[in-house]
């Protein structure tokens, strides 16, 4: 049966005239064409106003370095005419466009990316920073380039393409823009991945992608069903891939069902090549730690494997450290004033000991006693049940309530910290008596074993803390270690402060 008129085919071939196919694909061939041609007609818009905002920038900070009153600062030839930059000008804004383009910045998913795109600029910027002062020392150029010019066209230049590339991304937030630079997503099957994957390509406002929908490989006999959201279209089967590939405008194919046999997936791939649409596989091999796979040569074959996390650097693993280690002064210093308050007010509403020690575990599953400040009371646990605190539990003190409100039972765990046991961000550590059917009923459990708990976590601002899905929390601490930075970390313990349900 032809596909309808109406439709629309994800790819086309410059070299095949439209006469020589049928009047429904040429119809959908002319339409995907134009939509291609929108987006390219977008992205060469904004390396336009990309290369006008590096130039404007590097032209105004060479009037205010050498026409305002700091044209005093430093070493300034007073007899200089804007003519002799000329040449420092050209130069300069033109290794900056170099640099934009060998970036990959201009491709229609970064551009929806507004987040990641800053953080290209930003790199790209740094780097031409270093490479123009380098070259113009080494060249020797005459006149020598001002440092103070070179500065204020770093500055210049980064807060303009970042305040336009915001204003840009409001724009682009418009619907009938950004589905111009969309891709259309086919999956081949569906999975519980599957639904996590797309409701988190549904809730990203700058969404690099649509779903057309999937096609069934059999989830019916396997209870795949129950995964799949009402607004989901289903397509139809293997049989039509190709017609769905045509009628629905489908840029890339992902199969998504991990059953399919070798022999299956090799001739879904065909019929992508075929289609000219990009075909991907989600690897359920590999469902934790995906940022860290790369392929690596072992004896002359290709294997894939994890081994690129953040924390597995020795850089990154010192320099976390080093926050620890300040933070974890800084916070005991700062804590003691309340940390001496409330364990006072603590011995007064139950007298005896007011700090508490929790066994806990930690990195490589090495135990260790984690401290608080006393919460509940001394027989909280007298008929030896272990179990987690709950929002509402009568064996809290009146003001432990209010200390794990706010979090203050884990001031003393800045010690932890100094002594290497914990760190201030990661996993929050649990105690060996509630996990130890965990790594065997619980997906990945063991994986957030792989670096140090922490005092707070991405789990505990996202408000999973205590008696809440297990599940869940896990999710948060693997995106944890596949994603983390300094500036996650440092994000975290300012989120923290707003924070302040339950404790773990």
Not at 49 to 69: E, N, S
Not at 243 to 248: F, K, L, Q, V
């Amino acid at each position: 049966m032809n596909p309808p008129q109406d439709s629309l085919v994800t790819s086309f071939s410059p070299e095949l005239p439209t006469s020589a196919v049928p009047r429904a694909e040429a119809t959908r061939v002319v339409a995907e064409r134009d939509r291609h041609a929108a987006a390219e007609r977008i992205l060469a818009l904004v390396f336009f106003i990309d290369i006008v905002v590096v130039f404007a920038g590097l032209l105004a900070a060479f009037w205010v370095r050498f026409f305002t009153p700091i044209a005093g600062i430093g070493v300034y030839d007073g007899n200089l005419t804007p003519s002799a930059y000329v040449g420092h000008f050209i130069f300069g804004g033109a290794l900056y466009s170099f640099l934009l383009v060998n970036s990959g910045l201009y491709r229609a998913r970064k551009l929806l990316r507004f987040r990641r795109a800053l953080r290209m600029v930003l790199h790209v910027s740094a780097l031409w920073l270093l490479s123009y002062l380098a070259l113009s020392l080494i060249l020797r150029v005459d006149p020598p380039i001002s440092r103070v010019y070179t500065m204020l066209g770093f500055t210049f230049v980064v807060v303009g393409l970042v305040a336009w590339r915001w204003m840009f991304s409001l724009y682009i937030q418009r619907d009938s823009v950004a589905s111009e630079l969309r891709q259309r997503v086919l999956f081949v099957g569906w999975s519980e991945q599957s639904t996590r994957f797309y409701e988190s390509m549904r809730e990203d406002v700058y969404r690099p992608y649509d779903l057309a929908g999937f096609i069934s490989v059999g989830e019916d006999e396997r209870g795949g069903d129950r995964f799949i959201p009402q607004e989901v279209q289903k397509l139809g089967d293997l049989e039509s891939l190709r017609h769905m590939i045509d009628d629905h405008a489908v840029d890339m194919v992902m199969v998504v069902d991990d059953q399919l046999d070798r022999g299956t997936i090799l001739g879904i791939a065909n019929d992508c090549e075929k289609e000219m649409v990009e075909f991907k596989l989600l690897p359920s091999s590999f469902q934790i730690l995906l940022s860290g796979l790369s392929l690596e040569n072992m004896s002359g074959i290709p294997v894939l494997g994890v081994s690129q996390l953040p924390l597995y650097s020795p850089v990154n693993i010192y320099l976390k450290r080093l926050v620890d280690i300040v933070g974890g002064v800084i916070g005991l210093v700062c804590a003691a004033p309340l940390i001496a308050l409330f364990s006072f007010l603590v011995y007064r509403e139950s007298p005896g000991a007011v700090f508490y020690k929790q066994r806990r575990i930690g990195r490589n599953g090495i135990s260790f006693d984690i401290l608080k400040i006393r919460s509940m009371r001394l027989d909280a646990e007298k008929d030896g049940k272990v179990g987690w605190s709950k929002k509402v539990d009568d064996r809290r003190l009146k003001v432990g309530s209010f200390m794990r409100k706010w979090n203050i039972d884990e001031l003393p765990q800045f010690w932890n910290v100094l002594t290497g046991e914990m760190s201030l961000v990661g996993p929050r550590p649990e105690r060996p008596e509630l996990i130890q059917d965990f790594r065997e009923t619980i997906p990945h459990y063991n994986a957030r074993h792989h670096i140090k708990p922490g005092i707070t976590g991405w789990a505990q601002i996202n408000g999973l803390r205590g008696d809440t899905d297990l599940t869940e929390r896990i999710n948060c601490d693997i995106f944890y270690i596949e994603n983390w930075n300094l500036w996650l970390d440092f994000q975290i313990m300012i989120l923290t402060f707003f924070k302040r349900d339950g404790a773990a």
